[in-house]
């Protein structure tokens, strides 16, 4: 059992996505509590990470208000924020003014902290000790029309150029970025789609609630995923796709994995075990599959190198596997109350590893319960490369005395 995760930030809403600025060394969080009248508010929430003492700590620097619109799905690429609300999507513009350091007494606070002076979520204001942050909306288009719309996913191609949005009327809608111009959209899925993944060539990854995952070229099928093909006891039928993401091979030269989840379709008073599967980005076969738990999976990420897969749980755990096994390395039960909405790691960047200060992987989480708690995976002990050699060395010295006892006229 891995050590309980350190509360980073505490938000005054119930939060659902959480995305890092490979650059900035900021974590974008986002959320709400939607139209409903109940005094909870909405809004998109900029935290600054930075080494404190040995600790990596968040300290708020804006707070952007979405009015009665809760963000339930965020996309980044670069300083261009995607964020799902209710059924538009809205692109927003981060920029970001260096000011001047926070100073002594703002060195010596750790966790949870807010810069020098008022509030910037009382005062609606951009200024922070470390910088001043601005917000600028850019556009808003309508990406779902189903009678109860929602926009459940949104992602970025890997230039920037497209964005791909999918959400409870099943339609895919790509969009030319950054004009927003709609470039296509076609039913991909009956009912919602639950997630989207951008691939090679710009290949599209959907899952469905209609218990299907398919590979699309544009507007035309390229196939359908059948995870269950290496596990005939397994019936499809009573599964089905929750996430999907791309990650890169370790080493492997610009190559890819895709990876899936898959949950039980309905629950049972005996839950049925949770399944990650890895696939081949090329042919879209299935590499790998293994149990991944009962507790039923609800967001997928995967890290910058395609080392680590991070996962939460409706029921609040947190877990990290390694990608290329899909075993599992690290795991905290009910690291939140409620379920987890997303989950993000520190990205690989020159900042991500300053931040991680000889860390293997940071991952954070975020729930329901407005909480965004941060999850270390210390560097795994190594052997090095000269004591590695020496004991292969001694290992095949070894084979052969033995084979020279057993057969005197071996050599």
């Known amino acids: 059992m891995a050590p309980r995760p350190t509360e980073l930030y505490r938000a005054p809403f119930p939060l659902y996505t959480v995305r890092l600025h490979p650059r900035r060394g900021l974590a974008i969080t986002a959320g709400g509590g939607g139209a409903a009248k109940t005094g909870i508010g909405n809004g998109v929430h900029f935290l600054q990470l930075e080494q404190i003492g040995g600790r990596l700590s968040a300290s708020l620097l804006h707070c952007h208000d979405t009015e009665t619109r809760a963000t339930m799905s965020m996309a980044l690429s670069g300083d261009f924020i995607a964020a799902g609300q ?34 910037p979520a009382e ?103 059948q995870w269950n ?49 890895k696939w081949d980005g090329g042919t879209f076969l299935p590499l790998l599959t293994r149990p991944c738990g009962s507790e039923v999976i609800s967001c997928l990420s995967v890290s910058d190198s395609g080392t680590f897969l991070g996962l939460g749980t409706v029921t609040g755990s947190v877990a990290v596997h390694i990608a290329f096994s899909l075993q599992r390395l690290y795991y905290v039960k009910e690291a939140h109350g409620i379920v987890v909405t997303d989950v993000a790691f520190v990205p690989e960047s020159e900042h991500g590893r300053e931040l991680l200060a000889g860390n293997e992987a940071a991952l954070l989480s975020v729930a329901v319960d407005s909480r965004c708690k941060l999850h270390l995976l210390p560097a795994r002990r190594s052997l090095p490369v000269w004591l590695l050699l020496l004991l292969c060395a001694a290992l095949i010295v070894g084979s052969i005395v033995l084979l020279q006892i057993a057969s005197p006229g071996f050599l």
């Open 86 to 119: 209710d059924h538009s999507c809205h692109i927003l513009r981060l920029s970001v003014r260096e000011g001047d350091a926070g100073g002594e007494d703002a060195a010596e606070e750790k966790g949870p902290r807010r810069r020098k002076g008022a509030g």
């Open 123 to 225: 005062r609606g204001e951009t200024r922070s000790g470390g910088g001043e942050v601005t917000v600028e909306s850019l556009h808003r288009v309508r990406t779902d029309f189903s009678p109860d719309a929602l926009q459940k996913a949104v992602r970025f191609s890997a230039d920037g150029t497209l964005l791909v949005t999918g959400g409870a009327d099943g339609f895919l809608r790509l969009w030319e970025f950054p004009s927003m111009k709609k470039a296509l959209e076609f039913k991909a899925h009956d009912g919602e789609i639950e997630d989207i993944t951008l691939g090679p060539d710009n290949k599209v990854v959907t899952a469905g609630r209609d218990l299907q995952c398919r590979v699309w070229q544009r507007d035309q099928l390229v196939t359908g995923l």
């Open 229 to 277: 093909e290496n596990l005939p006891g397994t019936p499809s039928t009573a599964y089905r796709y929750q996430a999907c993401r791309f990650g890169a091979v370790q080493d492997g030269c610009g190559a890819l994995r895709l990876y899936t989840v898959q949950v039980p379709h309905k629950r049972e008073r005996r839950p049925p075990p949770c399944y990650l599967t």
